[in-house]
């Protein structure tokens, strides 16, 4: 691993003009908001802050690379969409595109376009993806599965832990 400190060759921050700390290795990194972030997607991180607006039905899924976002993404999608998508319908878009395509990463969409509107862009629900932690995103509202039922997306192995009218 490489590490470069500001002053000493780290490169400027997209959009901020101030160096950061910076990270070779697998991809290059960026120390921001005390997290690493990809170097090629800061910039779209930078935009999703600060133009995203975030809606009562959106699905965000949070994870790390490489801690199954794939699988997560598809069982995600699946259970969201299972009213126009049935399971066993043959034309099922995860039968014939990859969960990526399926779920876009937040991250990559305001890359690409820092002035983009997602309400145009996808469809309520709207599934969306980041590896960035949702703390870095200071403007959404998060629903904590451990607290609150309308934030219960997965099972709680530990049933303490489970809202009370989950528990069994």
Same mark, same amino acid.
């Given at each position: 691993?490489?590490?470069?400190?500001?002053? $000493?060759?780290?490169?400027?921050? +997209?959009? $901020?003009?101030?160096?950061?700390?910076?990270? #070779?290795?697998?991809?290059?990194?960026?120390?921001?908001?005390?997290?690493?972030?990809?170097?090629?997607?800061? &910039?779209?991180?930078?935009?999703?802050?600060?133009?995203?607006?975030?809606?009562?039905?959106?699905?965000?899924?949070?994870?790390?690379?490489?801690?199954?976002? #794939?699988?997560?993404?598809?069982?995600?999608?699946?259970?969201?969409?299972?009213?126009?998508? &049935? !399971?066993? =319908? +043959? #034309?099922?878009?995860?039968?014939? #595109?990859?969960?990526? =395509?399926?779920?876009?990463?937040?991250?990559?969409?305001?890359?690409?376009?820092?002035?983009? =509107?997602?309400?145009?862009?996808?469809?309520? !629900?709207?599934?969306?993806?980041?590896?960035? !932690?949702?703390?870095?995103?200071?403007?959404?509202?998060?629903?904590?599965?451990?607290?609150?039922?309308?934030?219960?997306?997965?099972?709680?192995?530990? !049933?303490?832990?489970? &809202?009370?009218?989950?528990?069994?």
């Amino acid at each position: 691993m490489t590490y470069v400190q500001s002053g $000493r060759g780290g490169k400027p921050c +997209p959009r $901020r003009g101030r160096t950061h700390i910076f990270l #070779t290795h697998w991809l290059p990194c960026r120390l921001y908001g005390g997290f690493w972030v990809f170097e090629d997607w800061l &910039p779209g991180t930078i935009a999703a802050q600060q133009h995203m607006v975030s809606r009562d039905d959106d699905v965000l899924v949070t994870a790390l690379p490489k801690s199954g976002v #794939t699988w997560l993404k598809s069982l995600v999608f699946a259970v969201v969409r299972c009213g126009t998508h &049935p !399971p066993a =319908d +043959p #034309t099922h878009p995860l039968r014939r #595109t990859n969960p990526h =395509d399926c779920v876009e990463f937040l991250e990559e969409i305001y890359a690409q376009n820092r002035e983009v =509107d997602l309400e145009a862009l996808l469809s309520p !629900p709207r599934i969306l993806s980041i590896h960035t !932690p949702y703390s870095v995103l200071t403007k959404i509202e998060v629903v904590n599965p451990l607290t609150e039922e309308s934030g219960m997306a997965c099972s709680i192995p530990v !049933p303490e832990q489970r &809202p009370p009218s989950l528990r069994k």
